[in-house]
């Protein structure tokens, strides 16, 4: 009835429409692997695309941004020339100014006349040197 299948006879042959499916499965799934394959491959390609489009957009952000910063720096740079040009004016504005107030000092230090010359009488109508000439009377109210 039931006959045991001994390890030294030989497996029983397939039938023919059984080898041609499984042929046919197995073609069948190597076509899938291989097409899975280059979808795998386009789709790798795609996102190295985008990452490099990605990776170019944040360097010219990048580059915008420095740009932007040199201008800046330039900016400051010229201001602080500008700056250092006033600064050197002043200084320049100042020993002249003390110059000057040595000057004035000297001068006040020094007569105004020489002590041989006579000195004017005081009631004449020029002004004394070293002097304002006198301010004219203020109108009455009376006028």
Known sequence: MSRSVSSNEP???LPTWMRRTG???T???SVLFVVLLLQVRQQGERIQALQDKVQTL???KDL???NALEEQLRSTAARLQNLEGLEQSVQSL???QAGLR???RSQVRQPQFSPDEPMPPASST???PGRLPALPPLPSAQE
């Open 11 to 13: 497996p029983a042959a």
């Open 23 to 25: 042929a046919a499965l």
């Open 27 to 29: 073609a069948l799934v």
């Open 58 to 60: 944040e360097n010219d």
């Open 64 to 66: 915008d941004r420095t």
């Open 94 to 96: 100042r020993s002249e």
């Open 102 to 104: 040595a000057q004035i």
């Open 126 to 128: 020029g002004p004394r």
